[in-house]
């Protein structure tokens, strides 16, 4: 295919741009890729067999004049939903009963299954239980 440079300023450059050469603004080159990538940088136009500019020849150009190119759709698309979910091991009412009848003590028992996980305070703790128990799961999942 043969190519001339439209763009003002360049239409007689002559030497090399990209991996095609350029002589008075027109290039020879069966590369669809290195066509495809000059024109993304400077307008180029297809020189036909008469020797007159037909078309453009950059991608854009090609979705611009394609008639059966399909409308976009107006509908959203449903964001896609995880089948699998990771869950905690224990949920806030277990934690919570937990702390009613054994006490900070009971907490702190659970909590030595997540090493990390300490606190003087049974909220809190109950909050970091929690976050460590999910976190585990997560990566259960990822198979870390």
Do not use: C, H
């Not at 990209?18 to 008075?24: A, K, P």
């Not at 069966?30 to 297809?46: N, Q, T, Y």
């Not at 976009?72 to 995880?82: N, T, V």
Request: aromatic residues 6%; glycine residues 6%.
């Amino acid at each position: 295919m043969k190519i001339r440079i439209v763009e003002p300023g360049w239409k007689t450059f002559t030497g090399e741009f990209g991996s095609l050469m350029f002589e008075n603004g027109v290039a020879e080159s069966d590369s669809k890729i290195a066509i495809d990538r000059v024109s993304s940088i400077v307008a180029v136009k297809e020189v036909l067999k008469d020797g007159k500019s037909g078309f453009g020849v950059s991608p854009t150009n090609a979705m611009i004049y394609d008639r059966d190119m399909p409308l976009p759709s107006l509908e959203k698309p449903e964001p896609a939903k995880s089948k699998v979910r990771a869950r905690a091991k224990y949920s806030r009412k277990q934690l919570e009963k937990i702390a009613d009848e054994k006490g900070i003590e009971g907490l702190r028992e659970v909590a030595k299954e997540f090493s990390d996980v300490k606190d003087r305070s049974v909220p809190r703790l109950i909050d970091k239980i929690l976050a460590a128990s999910l976190e585990r799961a997560r990566l259960e999942l990822r198979g870390d």
